[in-house]
């Protein structure tokens, strides 16, 4: 749940009715049916010589809401005061106290980025207006503690029972990683991995999640298959880049999560491009459009192209993120744009309120 507001200039109560008329008719990619048709406008009133609207969204999109402000003052000079509150329902039913929705961040092979791409998705999904925790399932080679700044720091337990999630940024995060040294290796064989994972999942105290953003290690393995079978995943998203090699790995995934009846929410294409800092010129250094094809070739979507960028990694070395560093800044935006995508997908996909589909079946592997 959250509120949050959105402002410009006072406007006078007369407008009302253009008001309602432009959130009658509002359409985006976050909304392909309508503002209208999946919320509900609960009051519209004045206050401080403010018109304020009360909107109830079915899904965090923060982002979205302020372009709805903003292009309502450019067409109508009218300035407005949005207050906003979510109320999102489990897509899939399960007994994990705290979270309501679990999305599994996946890709064929590793090198893709798809840790830094979990991470700062997971910020991006915060900044929306969402709570958000992560889980590094990377038993073998945990990352996540590294890129929210947190290695090094061991967990603690309230009632001797539940393992207490440490804390970066406002979110709450899990990893193997918090148990055991850096440098140390894990040396375990599958079936132990896999018990490993879940615990981490079943025996920590998550706090209220809208989402839990699972982290999955490279490829198709035990964690993958347990993921797929024991664990109320609502959907997958799969991480990729460009270049064939990649794309053949991801394909692979795909195929996986068809096979075990995990739905796909979509395809994120990593270092898509590079953007010379000198000259501005747009280079494909690992080919163009790959993600978009298999994305095509699954019945799925692509959710967005995230650059090549030196500042990502940078920020990701020293334990923070772009979308909190530089929050106005085109990759932060392009992030919270690929996050709004998420939410809206899952919520459009899977969501019997949803007016795009009907009665969705998600099988559950026994």
Not at 168 to 180: C, E, P, Q, V, Y
Not at 242 to 249: E, M
């Amino acid at each position: 749940m959250f509120s949050k507001l959105f402002s410009s200039k006072s406007p006078s109560d007369e407008h009302s009715k253009t008001i309602r008329d432009f959130y009658q008719t509002y359409q985006s990619d976050i909304f392909p049916k309508g503002i209208a048709a999946v919320t509900e406008l609960t009051k519209l009133s004045v206050k401080n010589s403010n018109i304020v609207l009360s909107i109830t969204v079915p899904f965090p999109c923060l982002g979205e809401l302020a372009i709805f402000a903003e292009q309502l003052l450019a067409k109508h000079e009218i300035s407005v005061l949005i207050d906003a509150e979510v109320k999102m329902i489990k897509v899939k039913e399960h007994a994990i106290e705290g979270i309501t929705n679990i999305i599994a961040i996946s890709s064929g092979k590793g090198g893709v980025g798809k840790s830094t791409t979990a991470v700062n998705l997971a910020y991006a999904l915060q900044e929306e207006g969402a709570n958000v925790g992560i889980l590094d399932a990377d038993i073998y080679g945990p990352s996540i503690p590294k890129m929210l700044g947190l290695a090094g720091q061991r967990l603690s337990s309230i009632d001797g029972k539940k393992m207490q999630p440490l804390e970066s940024g406002g979110l709450a995060a899990m990893s193997i990683g918090f148990l055991t040294d850096e440098n140390d290796a894990t040396i375990w064989r599958g079936p132990m991995a896999s018990r490993a994972f879940g615990q981490l999942l079943n025996e920590t105290a998550w706090p209220d999640l809208d989402y839990l953003i699972v982290d999955m290690p490279p490829g198709t393995g035990d964690i993958q298959l347990t993921l797929a079978q024991q664990v109320p995943v609502a959907a997958a998203i799969v991480i990729t880049t460009p270049q064939d090699i990649a794309l053949n790995d991801a394909v692979k995934g795909l195929a996986m999560f068809k096979e075990v009846n995990v739905p796909v929410l979509g395809i994120i294409e990593n270092m898509s491009y590079h953007i010379c800092k000198n000259c501005g010129d747009k280079s494909h250094l690992f080919g163009q459009n790959g993600g978009e094809k298999i994305a095509n070739q699954f019945n799925s979507q692509l959710l967005g192209q995230l650059p090549l960028d030196i500042s990502i990694c940078e920020s990701a070395e020293q334990g923070n993120s772009q979308v909190l560093e530089n929050s106005t800044g085109e990759v932060a935006l392009q992030y919270r744009r690929i996050a709004a995508k998420v939410a809206s997908g899952l919520f459009h996909q899977f969501d019997k309120r949803s007016p795009l589909t009907s009665e969705i079946l998600i099988k559950t592997v026994d």
